[in-house]
């Protein structure tokens, strides 16, 4: 039969732990050779960030249901973007978050942009139209970033 002590509070662990505590602090073991202090866990990063099951329901539901999930008409704090025209792109989870369209390059390692190659190799023709948009899109970053 098992002991119903329990070994997570014995006593004789609790030295051990609490001078391991003390020669890492005096160790500078979580801020060694990084300038930030380690921010304390808090209550709200346990949390999503904000708006996002409003975001995930819209994609979830059928349409009808997606118009009482609209984008929050505050600040998400951590914008997710995409391009609405030419000039501009917008976060997919708030409607404060809006800039201008900044041209970003392929990165041909990705799994995405492989997994579209194989798609539009394979004859699919929207995977087609993407690649063709995602070309061009390179090709406007790569000019800006010689201008």
């Known amino acids: 039969m ?14 051990i732990a609490a001078g391991r505590r003390l020669r890492r602090r005096r160790e500078n073991f979580a801020t060694e050779g990084n300038e930030k202090v380690a921010e304390p866990y808090t209550q709200t990063m346990a ?3 904000r708006y ?28 997710e973007w ?8 917008l976060c997919w ?16 390692t990705s799994r995405l942009w492989q997994g ?4 539009a190799r394979a004859g699919s023709p929207s995977a087609q139209k993407i690649i063709g948009r995602m070309i061009a899109e390179d090709e406007e970053a790569r000019r800006a970033m010689s201008a």
């Open 47 to 49: 949390r999503w960030p």
């Open 52 to 79: 996002r099951f409003r975001t995930w329901a819209r994609e979830c539901l059928p349409r009808p249901l997606a118009y009482l999930f609209p984008p929050g008409d505050k600040d998400c704090g951590r914008h």
């Open 2 to 15: 098992k002991s119903l002590r329990s070994h997570a509070t014995d006593e004789s662990q609790r030295p």
């Open 82 to 89: 995409f391009r609405t025209d030419e000039r501009t792109d």
């Open 116 to 119: 579209l190659n194989r798609a």
């Open 93 to 108: 989870h708030c409607i404060v978050g809006k800039r201008e369209h900044m041209p970003t390059r392929i990165d041909s």
